[in-house]
């Protein structure tokens, strides 16, 4: 068992730790609402911290989990940031979605501690979250991830190598790539379903099981044919991933004429004030005629 902080406590991190404190590992959690932390003490073993210094101080294992680059490198480097409580040796491991430019850069601010450093952000949602089964994306140095890995086992059903850091960033923007096109689709679907007359729960209890079967089919058709967008992952939270993917892409030359449309209706749902909608969100779009 080993010494674990988590710094981030929102809907993914909060079951996160919990995991980690479930499996008998000594978690001690930092989140910016100290509210938030209390919380989760109440529900899991564990302690919290005034700051982010404080709860990495004489931990095995830092866990982050925020909202954005700026966000990470505040929690790390920033005044009180972990890097300035974590001990020579230790390993930082960040699971927000951010650019792999802010990976590398944090890898060297963690270099010159003598801290070693993965980037590995997560995919599954707050239902992966919650239930212990999250894919993880991670870059780094292969004897450092075989030091890790058997602690991201306590909330992951998956997790690979797959390159020097920044690889985990760069993976999951292929992840976030890949599903702007297929809820758009979907959208599109479910829409041609209502418009057809059709019995939208037998129309997709079948075709889940074919070709054109996806997680986001078998997890949202019934909330979007009942018009419910009030869980899950945000918009605002897709927007800013896309984002990132879009800048990675002018920078390396890739196309990505779908994902750029794709965010492009994100932004019209945002100005109809559904930034906090689940990224299904996208049929109310087309039921007003967008």
Request: hydrophobic content about 45%.
């Amino acid at each position: 068992m080993a010494q674990v902080a988590f710094i981030g406590l929102g809907v993914m991190g909060f079951p996160m730790a919990g995991h980690l404190a479930a499996a008998g590992h000594d978690v001690c959690v930092y989140n910016r609402t100290q509210a938030k932390a209390e919380h989760w003490c109440t529900r899991h073993a564990g302690r919290h911290a005034q700051t982010p210094a404080e709860a990495a101080r004489n931990a095995d294992f830092v866990f982050t989990c925020v909202g954005n680059d700026d966000d990470l490198l505040e929690v790390t480097a920033g005044i009180d940031g972990a890097l300035h409580g974590m001990s020579a040796g230790a390993v930082l491991i960040d699971h927000t979605t951010a650019s792999a430019d802010v990976a590398r850069k944090l890898a060297d601010l963690a270099q010159e501690k003598g801290v070693a450093f993965l980037d590995a952000p997560v995919s599954g949602g707050q239902a992966g979250a919650e239930n212990g089964c999250l894919s993880v994306m991670l870059g780094g140095e292969e004897d450092i991830y075989r030091k890790v890995g058997p602690v991201i086992d306590c909330y992951a059903a998956s997790h690979r190598l797959l390159g020097p850091v920044g690889s985990g960033q760069l993976a999951k923007m292929v992840n976030q790539i890949a599903i702007a096109g297929l809820v758009q689709g979907l959208s599109e679907a479910v829409h041609f379903v209502k418009q057809a007359g059709l019995d939208g729960e037998a129309v997709f209890d079948v075709i889940q099981h074919g070709a054109a079967g996806s997680w986001q089919m078998v997890n949202r058709h019934k909330t979007m044919l009942s018009d419910e967008y009030d869980f899950g992952f945000a918009v605002d939270w897709m927007r800013k991933d896309l984002n990132i993917a879009l800048s990675e892409a002018r920078r390396n030359g890739a196309r990505l004429p779908v994902t750029a449309l794709v965010d492009q209706f994100y932004a019209d749902v945002q100005a109809e004030g559904g930034g906090r909608l689940d990224t299904s969100s996208l049929l109310k779009r087309l039921e007003k005629g967008r």
